[in-house]
């Protein structure tokens, strides 16, 4: 019954990428799409925050980088 088992629950996590390959792909292509429109401002933000090079939990400077960029986009 084990061995029963374990090969369905295999065959359903297995079966799972291949269900939702064609949204992933389409979603994988939007993503991409996206990063290349926006790339000068993500490398001009990550640029920025290196730069400010803050302390874990001390991240004053890059969150509010991060955070004026998410409001400018509609977040």
């Known amino acids: 019954m084990y061995k029963i088992t374990k090969i369905l629950v295999s065959l359903i996590l297995f079966s799972i ?28 933000i990550s640029d920025q925050i290196w730069s400010n090079a803050e302390l874990a939990l001390e991240e004053h400077k890059s969150s509010k980088i991060l955070s004026d960029y998410a409001e400018k986009n509609g977040f």
Do not use: F, M, R
């Open 17 to 44: 990428p291949v269900l939702g390959k064609d949204d992933w792909t389409k979603n994988k292509k939007a993503i991409t799409a996206s990063i290349k429109k926006h790339q000068k401002e993500l490398i001009s």
